[in-house]
């Protein structure tokens, strides 16, 4: 973050200030730096100008101001709280080209604004938050951490360009029109949400702390040959196009592993070294081939239906007798309409009849299990001093 202690400040530039008109931002022109909260709400003119301040030590907040085409800030540097631009219905044009500090950004219910451009490089930010935009670019986001990336909504934008980010605890890019999402030197996430994403390049991604769900997604190919380890649950549901699935190096999974109606995903033999699943393993849909050959502990049940009749239960059954400690163990082939989740119907002991294998116990399950259902993004603010 930018040294606020540099900037001058006069008389006039520490207080709460409620902006009434432009002439009181107009009055704070001769503030380098400015100490408090800036609220901007309500204002029925065309231009919001805030010139002359280069750092505000504390909140620059707009909200409301639905006539307002223009929005800019010509020489701010930095904000060491909250900058937020919310429901600017005819914002076409947000001006910001020397910001490149602030711990949290965020612009929500912009349908007019068609960029949003960082010229100098947005480089600090904890938090950044873009949603219900028109953008077709967002460009100049060159920092390496953050707490959460959250880009949802935005029809028109065609990247999530993250070309230096290394580390964050949540990144969620959600319903953003088939968008391609670039990130190729993020190496570590907490957890880590992708739907209608049209390409993923996270080449460099290694360890995920928490769950990573993709669903309904237009990648064909889904490959991450350096992740070694989730924490908690993988998610994969829904996703029509895709054909080709491969974790080679993953060998632990905290959570459920989830493989759900991925209609062209034929053969799921894509984790060759995970040995451990302390949840449950539910994995539904038309795959020919299922296969864990390193496997040797899954904490929860399992459940595994496919409306292929190439499917042999017969090669997995063997789960049974050790890998699988939870209460439930259904496997089916050849089925017209596979089920997910462990509420399967089933008697205790075994059946080996039309391709079929069933175990269910009376008793609860053991480990994890997945949310079946695609529930919204619930995020929880964690403390990032694991990753400094």
């Given at each position: 973050m930018l040294d606020i202690s540099t900037g001058q400040a006069g008389a006039g530039c520490s207080r709460e200030l409620p902006v009434q008109s432009q002439s009181d931002l107009d009055s704070i022109s001769n503030c380098q730096t400015f100490t408090g909260t800036i609220t901007i709400a309500n204002l029925g003119i065309p231009t919001i100008t805030l010139a002359g301040v280069q750092v505000i030590n504390g909140n620059l907040l707009l909200a409301n101001n639905l006539n307002t085409a223009r929005v800019s800030f010509p020489n701010l540097q930095g904000v060491t709280g909250q900058l937020s631009i919310t429901n600017h219905t005819v914002m076409s044009t947000l001006d910001m080209p020397a910001l490149t500090d602030v711990d949290s950004f965020s612009v929500l219910v912009a349908p007019a604004l068609d960029a949003l451009v960082f010229p100098q490089g947005l480089n600090q930010v904890n938090s950044l938050h873009i949603a219900d935009t028109y953008i077709t670019k967002a460009a100049g986001l060159s920092f390496t951490r953050a707490t959460s990336v959250?880009?949802?909504?935005?029809?028109?934008?065609?990247?999530?360009?993250?070309?230096?980010?290394?580390?964050?605890?949540?990144?969620?890019?959600?319903?953003?029109?088939?968008?391609?999402?670039?990130?190729?030197?993020?190496?570590?996430?907490?957890?880590?949400?992708?739907?209608?994403?049209?390409?993923?390049?996270?080449?460099?991604?290694?360890?995920?702390?928490?769950?990573?769900?993709?669903?309904?997604?237009?990648?064909?190919?889904?490959?991450?040959?350096?992740?070694?380890?989730?924490?908690?649950?993988?998610?994969?549901i829904a996703n029509n196009q895709l054909a080709n699935l491969s974790m080679p190096s993953l060998s632990f999974l905290g959570g459920a592993l989830s493989i759900v109606n991925n209609t062209n995903l034929r053969s799921i033999i894509g984790f060759p070294q995970l040995q451990e699943v302390d949840g449950t393993v539910d994995v539904t849909g038309a795959f020919d081939s299922f296969q864990l050959p390193n496997i040797n502990d899954v904490r929860g049940s399992m459940n595994v239906q496919t409306t292929s009749n190439q499917f042999k239960c017969s090669s997995i059954d063997g789960w049974q007798n050790g890998v699988v400690k939870g209460n439930g163990y259904v496997c089916k082939a050849a089925v017209a309409n596979p089920k997910t989740g462990m509420d399967q119907p089933g008697a205790v002991g075994s059946q080996h009849s039309g391709g079929t294998s069933s175990r269910v116990s009376a008793t609860s399950g053991i480990g994890r299990s997945a949310s079946w259902a695609v529930a919204g993004i619930v995020t929880v603010s964690v403390g990032f001093s694991a990753f400094i």
């Open positions: 959250i880009v949802s909504n935005n029809l028109y934008l065609k990247l999530v360009d993250l070309p230096r980010l290394e580390l964050t605890k949540g990144i969620y890019v959600t319903a953003n029109g088939q968008n391609s999402v670039d990130a190729p030197n993020l190496t570590t996430i907490n957890n880590g949400t992708f739907d209608n994403v049209g390409a993923l390049n996270l080449p460099s991604l290694s360890t995920v702390e928490g769950d990573l769900s993709f669903n309904q997604n237009a990648f064909q190919s889904l490959t991450f040959s350096n992740l070694t380890r989730i924490g908690g649950t993988l998610t994969i």
